[in-house]
């Protein structure tokens, strides 16, 4: 979340092209993994000349095994940078407004479903503990 | 005009950087010889690709043959002119969006990209454009020491200048000459001439070209460039602030521009100044600038002209009186002008609409 405000800053306030953009954020090491997706992509865009949408989706392709995330969330991180340069930075600032909102929503239901599985997990024990004693029994 | 080192660098910057892979390939194609007289390509969607050698129109092949024949042409798609226009926006249009809604993007290496579109308008106000449909690349050429001749006119003394205004039709070389004069004046010329302290106000970045706030041209060392900025608002914010010795400003026109002028000359600052027209009695005839070529308004007019792929200048005074005849031998190379030779009388003497006009008026004297 921090970043994309960072990246919202830079893109609607500042005007700065998406590659330097994105390789300012990379350098910032606050958020160690993704900094370093930022950087690869902000670099491939400079050197292949590629859109943000198709460094993106390199980079996040190439990242894969490093974030534990589900392939519905791969989906929609995805296409993250389908939409960015493309537009004046009205447009942008909607983009990244709509983006904060899809990751917030994925942050709760990650919540929700380390809830619903701690939950089950803490059962799960219960009921293991209770068949060691009745076996042990 | 890529006789010069830099100039060669930053013209294959360009191809690199910014050409969309087909084109890229047919400029690259291009004979070095026609390649050096290239100053502008035009990119149209569903268009052959066209390039202007040495002020003449030609069409491009997919493998740089050049023809007046838009059949053997390399067509381009609309695809490739909304690649080039993101390849040129660096995939950030919003970055760019201040030039887009001026008509043209200042590209790394100082050239310029004027684009064509569906105009979007917020109010009255000019937004934007999307829909591009035509691109024009002009190559930037800072021609060093192409103003060492005339400089001599325009000195009044070791630490003073004259007000000097250029005037030619368009595509004569009034920028080129004013961005070398600008770069002079900053850096003086040894003992005969010390360097003044030099603004420029560089309204539509053609004189500096800045890219990302960085001057792609060499205009000196004492020089202050304020960019984008309009001429009345520039020159009363270097006034306040800067406090220079001379203001250097491009194509003077606007109405408020004769208020502005004059607000430099009264605090005692030099001008120089660059103006379409084909003459000092045509600028005279101008509604609102004409005035600063009266009494007490420029006093050095330099005259732009071009015959036959000949460049000439002119410096005359205020009065009219010639200060020098200088023709200059920068006859176009061979390669292009050449080409024409062999086309029929009429064509080959219309030269430039520049020189015709220039002569049918009979000025300058």
Same mark, same amino acid.
């Given at each position: 979340m921090e970043i994309l405000l960072n990246l919202k800053n830079r893109i609607c306030?500042?005007?700065?092209p998406l590659h330097a953009a994105f390789e300012d954020i990379g350098t910032d090491k606050t958020v160690e993994l993704w900094s370093e997706i930022f950087l690869n992509c902000g670099q491939i865009m400079k050197e292949q000349r590629l859109d943000a949408g198709s460094a993106w989706k390199k980079v996040i392709s190439e990242n894969r095994g490093l974030l534990p995330l589900e392939q519905a969330d791969w989906d929609s991180i995805n296409d993250f940078g389908e939409l960015l340069g493309k537009s004046d930075r009205l447009n942008q600032e909607s983009v990244l407004d709509m983006a904060r909102e899809s990751i917030a929503l994925l942050e709760k239901k990650a919540e929700e479903a380390m809830k619903t599985k701690g939950k089950l997990y803490r059962n799960l024990g219960a009921l293991c503990g209770a068949a060691v004693v009745i076996v042990l029994i | 005009m890529w006789h010069e080192k830099d100039g060669c660098e930053r013209f294959d910057e360009l191809i690199s950087l910014y050409l969309p892979e087909r084109i890229k390939a047919a400029v690259r194609g291009i004979k070095h010889e026609y390649l050096e007289e290239l100053e502008e390509l035009r990119i149209r969607a569903g268009q052959p690709l066209m390039g202007v050698f040495a002020g003449f129109d030609h069409f491009i092949g997919k493998d740089g043959f050049l023809s007046d024949n838009p059949q053997f042409a390399l067509t381009i798609s609309s695809k490739e002119v909304d690649n080039l226009f993101m390849l040129l926006c660096e995939h950030s249009v919003y970055a760019y969006q201040d030039d887009i809604s001026r008509g043209f993007i200042t590209l790394k290496g100082g050239h310029r990209a004027g684009i064509c579109g569906t105009v979007i308008y917020e109010g009255t106000v000019i937004k934007g454009m999307k829909d591009i449909s035509s691109v024009n690349i002009r190559f930037s050429r800072q021609i060093k020491d192409c103003a060492r001749d005339v400089f001599g006119y325009i000195v009044r003394n070791k630490q003073d200048i004259y007000n000097t205004l250029i005037l030619s039709p368009p595509r004569c070389g009034k920028t080129t000459l004013l961005r070398d004069l600008c770069r002079i004046v900053s850096s003086g010329t040894g003992v005969t001439f010390k360097g003044l302290r030099t603004a420029v106000i560089d309204e539509r970045s053609e004189l500096a070209a800045s890219y990302r706030g960085i001057p792609q041209n060499d205009l000196g060392p004492r020089t202050d460039v304020l960019d984008g900025c309009r001429k009345r608002e520039g020159i009363e914010i270097m006034l306040r602030g800067m406090a220079p010795q001379v203001i250097v400003v491009d194509e003077l026109g606007a109405n408020h521009d004769p208020d502005a002028i004059k607000m430099a000359w009264n605090a005692g600052v030099r001008i120089i100044a660059t103006a379409h027209a084909y003459g000092l009695d045509d600028f005279k005839r101008? $509604?609102?600038? +004409?005035? $600063? /070529? /009266?009494?007490? +308004?420029?006093e050095r007019i330099i005259l732009l002209g071009m015959d036959n792929g000949k460049r000439w200048v002119k410096v005359i005074d205020a009065n009219g009186n010639e200060l020098s005849g200088l023709v200059k031998g920068d006859r176009m190379p061979d390669g292009i002008h050449g080409m024409h030779s062999f086309r029929d009388e009429a064509f080959v003497k219309s030269g430039r609409e520049a020189a015709c006009i220039i002569k049918t008026l009979g000025d300058p004297a």
């Open positions: 306030s500042l005007g700065i | 101008r $509604l609102n600038v +004409g005035q $600063l /070529a /009266a009494k007490d +308004g420029f």
